[in-house]
């Protein structure tokens, strides 16, 4: 029911002994099939780093920056440092603490904190 086109354009780099940094930039733009005078483009750019801390376990940071839409002056920050760990073949543990900020011409919001934790398993 949505007309959507999303392009980005991504590198990533290692340095040091399993160091590396990544930056993708990109853009969606979408409307309604039956109804494309309601198109919404958003643009985002988002970076992080991965620092090998010792075997199988890296600390990372990231940054985000969203603009939901380019018509207005709305956008938001999203930062914050996290943990990855790969305990044995196949099993791979993930969290990340960021801290989000919104920034609005018309509204002020609180910042907010998010925990955010995954656990990926591979068979």
């Known amino acids: 029911f949505l007309d959507i086109t999303a392009f980005s354009a991504d590198i990533k780099a290692g340095f040091g002994k399993g160091n590396s940094i990544m930056a993708e930039i990109g853009q969606v733009t979408s409307a309604a099939v039956e109804d494309a005078s309601n198109e919404n483009t958003s643009r985002y750019l988002m970076m992080q780093n991965h620092i090998l801390l010792t075997r199988g376990l890296f600390v990372f940071n990231t940054f985000e920056y969203i603009k939901q839409n380019v ?20 099993f791979e543990f993930r969290t990340e603490l960021y801290g989000t900020r919104s920034y609005s011409p018309t509204t002020v919001a609180e910042d ?12």
């Open 71 to 90: 018509e207005t002056e709305e956008k938001s920050l999203r930062i914050g440092p996290g943990l990855q760990w790969f305990p044995a073949q196949r």
């Open 112 to 123: 907010s904190w998010t925990l955010a934790t995954q656990l990926h398993l591979w068979f």
